[in-house]
Every structure is written in C-alpha cells, then in structure tokens.
T-cell receptor, first 119, second 112 residues
Framework: GAVVSQHPSRVICKSGTSVKIECRSL??????MFWYRQFPKQSLMLMAT?????????EQGVEKDKFLINHASLTLSTLTVTSAHPEDSSFYIC???????????????FGPGTRLTVL | TQLLEQSPQFLSIQEGENLTVYCNSS?????LQWYRQEPGEGPVLLVT?????EVKKLKRLTFQFGDARKDSSLHITAAQPGDTGLYLC????????????FGAGTQVVVTP
C-alpha cells in the first residue's frame, strides 16, 4: 500500500518552455503533498508544501511564479516549471502524506522522481 | 530549523563487512525515519523510530533511536551489493506539520 506515482519519469525540454509534472497517490488520499528538488549526490531540498484546495506554501528562496503548484484533488498534485532554463534541470520528487495523519505521525511516501533536463 | 547531521558522507566497503551510519542533532525529534534511495529513484522508507532507546531490526539492518531522541544509527551486518545506495535520515520539523528535515545523506557502496 501507500504507492505514489510521478509522470513523466523523464522529460527533456527547450529553454523557455513550461513543463508539468504530476504526482498521484494511487491507493490512498493525500491532503498534503510535498515537492522536493535533488541535485546529484545531494539530499532532498523541500520546495513547497501542497495542500488540497488551498494555495501551496513555498520555502524561502523558491519562486512561486516559476514553480506553480496545483493540488486540485486528494490524489493529485501538479508542479509546473514555467519558462524553464538549464539551471532548472534537476531531479524533482514528490511525496504524499496519508489524509488524517499529520505532524510527527504523518509518514511521507515518495514518488519515483522526475528527471528534468532543460536544453 | 532543526538540523540533522549524517556521518560519514561516503562509505565504501567489501561485501560481508559491517557498517554503521550515524544521524545526530542538537534538537529533540519526536521520531526519525530512515530512507534508502537508489540512483534515479525516489527514497524508500526503511523504518520509523519513535521511542527513545528503541531498537528496530529489518533483516540485516538494525536501527537505534537515542535515549534523548536526538540521534539515531543504522547498522548493516554482512553488507551485500544490494545494500548500495544513498541512506537518508529525516525527522519532522517542530511546528511545521508534516515537513521533514533531511540529513545530507550517506552514500554507501558495497563491492562484491
């Protein structure tokens, strides 16, 4: 149980275009989802917290107009990288927290990640 | 922000050897989680430790949570090539419902 999927797994785009990444909880509902970015051989860096039906909360230094997050249902959150540039190339990972579990008991289940390459 | 320090950053051992990874903080955590991540994939949860002094075993992996809930360790006995990966510890941030603070990670390489 507690499976999270991401689509696409890999995407290559041209500089200046926008890319949408989907994160789905397959067998549970997730009021809260998280988006992370990971550079090679480094740990995960939290970008934003996505809450179903409300605006996302962004971490300091993350541009909300560049990384648009939409959490329209209890099983789907999307991250859109707008006007992508080569420096946005990275591994993007989402995680989902089972609805009804929060705080210290809210285990996060991670998706398999999306490799974005901007040419 | 409650910081988590992992050590060592990198471990390269031969198959059959034992290894220990440490996760330390000056702050108290209500729980700590350990993940393993393989290249090009998302982290996979190995265990959550909740009680100070708790020891959990998962086959050849032994996880310990410090009595004061400020530190944790992961010990692998008789490591195998399949244990190769990035090991991450993480703990929930205080007053930030659901947010996790991650350690920098320990890259473990087990060679046959």
């Amino acid at each position: 149980g507690a499976v999270v999927s991401q689509h696409p797994s890999r995407v290559i785009c041209k500089s200046g275009t926008s890319v949408k990444i989907e994160c789905r909880s397959l067998d549970f509902q997730a009021t809260t989802m998280f988006w992370y970015r990971q550079f090679p051989k480094q740990s995960l860096m939290l970008m934003a917290t996505s809450n179903e039906g409300s605006k996302a909360t962004y971490e300091q230094g993350v541009e909300k107009d560049k990384f648009l997050i939409n959490h329209a249902s209890l099983t789907l959150s999307t991250l859109t990288v707008t006007s992508a540039h080569p420096e946005d190339s990275s591994f993007y990972i989402c995680s989902a927290q089972i609805t009804g579990t929060r705080g210290s008991s809210g285990t996060q289940y991670f998706g398999p990640g999306t490799r974005l390459t901007v040419l | 922000t409650q910081l988590l320090e992992q050590s060592p950053q990198f471990l390269s051992i031969q198959e059959g050897e034992n290894l220990t990874v440490y996760c330390n903080s000056s702050s108290v955590f209500s729980s700590l989680q350990w993940y393993r991540q393989e290249p090009g994939e998302g982290p996979v949860l190995l265990v959550t430790v909740v009680t100070g002094g708790e020891v959990k075993k998962l086959k050849r992996l032994t996880f310990q949570f410090g009595d004061a809930r400020k530190d944790s360790s992961l010990h692998i006995t008789a490591a195998q090539p399949g244990d190769t990966g990035l090991y991450l510890c993480a703990g929930p941030q205080t007053d930030s419902w659901g947010k996790l603070q991650f350690g920098a990670g320990t890259q473990v390489v087990v060679t046959p």
